[in-house]
T-cell receptor, first 117, second 114 residues
């Protein structure tokens, strides 16, 4: 099956610093990737849709300048949390939509746990 | 806006028994997809089963089946012969036809009792 990786799996950073999370589709190409945030024991909330070669589309209430998304290639999207604060601590999950597949077929990465101290 | 509701935060079932997880949704669309995803302790989201709204026949995948009631906007998941490996968070999700965005429910934590 299609595999999506995320790196790092866990990261701890100090308040005020920036951290980058990578999402890679390992065996397929994806023009569209999604970034979700999941609070403890809560559901996944869509943050933004990442489109290769164009600007990301952010959901209402998500700060574009704080959560920078870059989709530089058909296999890589990155989420950069800028000037991180403790309230940004969360579990971040990406998913990728294969180019050669139906629109409902998303594959999820294993997630990245971000802790801001 | 579409909403997905899971009214059971937690469920438990004896191993080898059958359990049903509930999900309701709200949409004004006629063409859409519904999904059940499993999130085990590893946190990796895994697709369990998918239902196309235009199909009257309920989807089935081995021990997993759904009861799709379009008029009632209900989409429950039945797990037969429950196994220890079924222990996980289960999320119901909605996807409007032509729109790749998924809307997730709040999840149901399923515990399997040996």
């Amino acid at each position: 099956g299609a595999v999506v990786s995320q790196h790092p799996s866990r990261v701890i950073c100090k308040s005020g610093t920036s951290v980058k999370i990578e999402c890679r589709s390992l065996d397929f190409q994806a023009t569209t990737m999604f970034w979700y945030r999941q609070f403890p024991k809560k559901s996944l909330m869509l943050m933004a849709t990442s489109n290769e070669g164009s600007k990301a589309t952010y959901e209402q209430g998500v700060e574009k300048d704080k959560f920078l998304i870059n989709h530089a290639s058909l296999t890589l999207s990155t989420l950069t949390v800028t000037s991180a604060h403790p309230e940004d601590s969360s579990f971040y999950i990406c998913s990728a939509l294969p180019i050669a597949g139906p629109a409902y077929e998303q594959y999820f990465g294993p997630g990245t746990r971000l802790t801001v101290t | 806006a579409q909403t997905v509701t899971q009214s059971q935060p937690e469920m438990s079932v004896q191993e080898a028994e059958t359990v049903t997880l509930s999900c309701t949704y709200d949409t004004s669309e006629s063409d859409y997809y519904l999904f059940w995803y499993k999130q085990p302790p590893s946190r990796q989201m895994i697709l369990v089963i998918r239902q196309e709204a235009y199909k009257q026949q309920n989807a089935t995948e081995n021990r997993f089946s759904v009861n799709f009631q379009k008029a009632a906007k209900s989409f429950s998941l039945k797990i037969s012969d429950s196994q220890l490996g079924d222990a996980a968070m289960y999320f119901c999700a909605y996807n409007r036809f032509g729109n790749e965005k998924l809307t997730f429910g709040t999840g149901t934590r399923l515990t399997i009792i040996p």
